[in-house]
């Protein structure tokens, strides 16, 4: 375990020693015994020169693209497990990292909204009058989206959400939201392995045209609209910006690829059109305690998975019947096997 790791999150050294961890300086050398390497962000390159063939890397490798990454995993014939690809299936759901950590994005996203937001959240009935309940709509009812919607009607505000599945419908409503029906086209965007894919430019701009209304009553807006391996759809403009009332606060948690919302910065908060915009980038890191434990769990239910009495069992072609290792298997072998990563296809 490298030491000071879990220290942001509230884990201190000694705990990680008294449950028989080995604690090593950061930068130390991994020697010639190291099997796995479990980790949250990619490894850097000298961490993976150390590895011996057949040893095994698992974690958040953010592979869309990371074609120098990859190829060293190549040369090393180290076995890569990238939690991004992991099919999202029910035999799953207990390693699902994505999941757990959009969850915890969705919540905060929420709370930095209602903390910029000029106005009042729940509805209030005072002796100088009632206050009527903030409007917040939420974009995109993936994982991330519902949990927003939950804890905004928490917080007791009136919340409308936008997708672009009709079959979200149901779920949006069980959680007392209002949905908003998405354009009427021909060719409606669909989903992948539980992941949405891209949709056209034309059912974009016709999302666009139904968003601008409802933005322009709306005083929190949570966009969490997010395409694996590709730009986040654009969706709110400059002009659907102008159109918002000032004081109203924008949380774009799609932000790191390039934004729901045109002007998010990532990691920062700006203002245009009086419009309060929070570029939401690695919000479960602000809840660091809880984002560890839940990221640990998920990465230990991945390992008691494919660790065997003979070792890690990773090879898809020993077990057709695996879709887990087959889904979320990036380099085994000195093979890459999911090389449209690197050709923009998906």
């Not at 479960?284 to 008691?304: D, F, I, K, Q, T």
């Not at 069992?313 to 879709?323: A, F, K, V």
């Amino acid at each position: 375990m490298e030491q000071g790791a879990g220290l942001a999150a509230g884990f201190a050294d000694p705990d990680y020693a008294d449950a028989g961890a080995r604690l090593v300086p950061s930068g130390a050398s991994l020697g010639a015994g190291v099997d796995a390497v479990l980790c949250v962000n990619p490894p850097a390159a000298e961490v993976l020169d150390q590895l011996k063939p057949g040893a095994l890397v698992a974690g958040l490798l953010a592979p869309y693209g990371a074609a120098a990454m990859v190829e060293q995993f190549q040369a090393r014939r180290v076995s890569a497990l990238a939690l991004e690809l992991l099919p999202r299936i029910s035999r799953a759901q207990s390693m699902d990292v994505l999941s757990s950590q959009a969850n915890i994005a969705g919540y905060k996203a929420v709370l930095l909204a209602a903390a910029a937001l000029d106005r009042y959240v729940p509805m209030l009935m005072t002796a100088a009058g009632t206050i009527q309940p903030a409007r917040a709509l939420i974009l995109g009812a993936g994982v991330a989206g519902l949990q927003a919607l939950a804890t905004a009607r928490r917080l007791g505000a009136v919340v409308y959400v936008s997708d672009v599945r009709p079959a979200a419908k149901e779920q949006v409503e069980s959680l007392g939201g209002r949905f908003l029906t998405p354009p009427e086209q021909e060719e409606r965007p669909a989903e992948s392995g539980g992941y949405a894919k891209a949709a056209s430019e034309a059912f974009l701009a016709a999302q666009r045209q139904q968003l601008a209304e409802q933005l322009a009553l709306a005083d929190m807006v949570i966009c969490t609209a997010q395409v694996p391996g590709r730009p986040a759809p654009r969706l709110i403009s400059e002009e659907m910006l102008a159109g918002m009332r000032p004081g109203s606060v924008v949380v774009d948690l799609a932000v790191a690829q390039g934004g729901n919302c045109a002007g998010t910065v990532c990691g920062q908060t700006v203002e245009r059109h009086g419009v309060t915009l929070i570029g939401g980038d690695g919000l479960p890191s602000s809840v660091a305690n809880h984002a560890s434990a839940l990221y640990a769990r998920n990465l230990a239910a991945l390992m008691e998975h494919v660790l065997g009495e003979a070792g890690f069992q990773l090879d898809p072609l020993l077990d057709q019947e695996d879709p887990i290792v087959a889904g979320c298997l990036l380099t085994h072998a000195g093979a890459c096997r999911f090389p449209d990563l690197f050709s923009g296809a998906t």
